[in-house]
């Protein structure tokens, strides 16, 4: 059986806004890296790649700057993902055994996943999934009525330059770091899974690594809007550490170490900026900020200081969520602090209240905005005194019509995208306050507007979140 895709372009999903303003064009061939100004605090993340051109409204954000921060991630640090659109993927499961297999361009490439499943998982009643690699606590996550899905990691792409396994064997030759291979291995994990795991709800996902497969985990929840929830856990530079201010915990990972101990994770233009990184237009923030408007949670513990969790916990993350709350979405990015060193398997137990918010929408008390025994540091983020007027939160009301809407991918090569078309719920003239575009509209517990501003629809995703597309 193959499997059939829905292809969009972000063009053509952004076209009636586009048609209204056009997008700043992205400088054409991108720039190199000793041409960019030398910038020793966060990179202004609603600015453009020309320097001067900002962000103005949230329509421009989704169909501009988003998908241009996507597509120059590919060519700085990740290189280019793989067009998925010319891949045909297959899947074949034996007991909680998944055999894929993905064909492209006259070559096959192959690996295989195992499903643990949940008590009471049935088709009648599918289970939010985690996919992971690496080591992982199953029982927290099973216990809490959530299957994980686990591959060899190393089967997708060996953590070496040894060009074998089952995305090189279709892409050997291409300059695509191991980071974006490993998380084509996740995307291909959740197709095996829309087509022969029923008792998995495919549209509460969530995609977990530690250490450099906490990287590609943030690599995968990037490239892939299918991805509900991203959980890196410990993941450091290339990862959600910042590449500025890399020395904040005492120890020090930084751009060139990492190149030098592992070039192969990033492409070879990432390279470049080894011993200029202060010339890099983004930072880790900047990634996380892209992830927006699905869910992100960051596992870092106080005993780590070789990944920075101090830097991630008070640069990175307040950093990103000022995008998250001028998206209006703040609650959607969580920091998960915790005692103990890298890669500690509390670390999964850390983030389940977040995860268990976002898949079943469980109450929780836990702060996950708490960065004890850390400050926030403002100063590395200037440009927090002039981000663009946020957008109202109540708007006169209007009457828009019922539309079918759709969770993307960011397959991007930099245009191919899978989509999932859902049912929408129709918004009607009302008094009271009304949810910007972007913004969640409904969901078990939502108890926020429920109708959409003009010229947007409030659009069941599942039974926990719906939102203004």
Not at 58 to 68: G, I, N
Not at 146 to 165: C, E, R, W
Not at 428 to 438: H, R, V
Request: glycine letters at 8%; hydrophobic letters at 35%; a neutral charge.
């Amino acid at each position: 059986m193959l499997f059939s895709f829905v292809t969009w372009t972000l063009l053509s999903l952004a076209a009636p806004i586009l048609a209204q303003a056009a997008c700043p064009a992205t400088p054409s061939p991108f720039p190199k890296a000793a041409t960019f100004p030398t910038i020793t605090t966060l990179p202004d993340p609603f600015t453009y790649l020309d320097g001067t051109t900002r962000v103005k409204s949230l329509d421009e954000w989704y169909t501009c700057r988003q998908p241009e921060i996507v597509k120059f991630l590919q060519e700085y640090q990740y290189g280019y993902y793989p067009d998925h659109s010319l891949e045909t993927v297959t899947a074949t499961r034996n007991g909680n055994t998944l055999s894929i297999s993905v064909s492209a361009g006259g070559k096959t490439g192959q690996f295989s996943a195992s499903i643990l499943l949940p008590s009471g998982a049935t088709s009648a009643n599918p289970a939010p999934v985690i996919i992971a690699i690496g080591g992982i606590d199953n029982n927290v996550y099973l216990n809490a009525g959530i299957a994980v899905v686990t591959f060899d990691y190393t089967a997708v792409a060996p953590d070496s330059n040894t060009k074998t396994g089952a995305f090189w064997s279709l892409y050997n030759g291409r300059d695509i770091g191991t980071l974006a291979a490993w998380a084509w291995g996740f995307h291909r994990v959740l197709d095996a899974l829309e087509m022969r795991a029923p008792e998995i709800d495919s549209k509460l996902v969530g995609v977990t690594g530690c250490s450099r497969l906490g990287k590609a985990a943030l690599a995968a929840g990037l490239f892939d809007t299918r991805i509900t929830v991203t959980m890196p856990m410990s993941s450091g530079i290339q990862g959600l550490g910042p590449y500025r201010y890399h020395a904040l915990s005492g120890q020090d990972e930084t751009l060139e170490n990492s190149k030098a101990g592992a070039p192969w994770w990033s492409d070879s233009t990432l390279g470049t900026f080894v011993n200029q990184s202060e010339r890099l237009p983004y930072d880790a923030h900047t990634i996380a900020a892209a992830i927006a408007p699905r869910h992100l949670i960051i596992d870092q513990g106080t005993g780590d200081p070789y990944t920075n969790s101090k830097g991630t916990a008070i640069v990175v993350f307040p950093a990103a969520k000022l995008v998250y709350r001028w998206l209006g979405i703040e609650t959607r990015i969580g920091m998960a602090i915790r005692s103990g060193g890298h890669c500690d398997l509390s670390g999964y137990a850390n983030v389940l209240p977040f995860v268990l918010q976002v898949f079943k929408g469980t109450p929780t008390s836990r702060n996950y905005s708490d960065l004890s025994p850390w400050t926030e540091m403002k100063e590395a983020y200037p440009w927090a005194s002039s981000i663009p007027a946020a957008p109202s939160t109540t708007a006169t009301a209007s009457t828009s019509s019922t539309t079918a809407g759709a969770s993307t991918t960011f397959a991007t090569t930099p245009s191919s995208t899978t989509t999932t078309t859902t049912t929408s719920t129709t918004t009607s003239s009302a008094a009271g306050p009304q949810q910007t575009k972007w913004g969640q509209c409904g969901g078990n517990g939502w108890t926020g507007p429920t109708i959409c501003v003009a010229g947007s629809t409030c659009t069941k995703q599942n039974e926990w979140y719906s939102q203004c597309i």
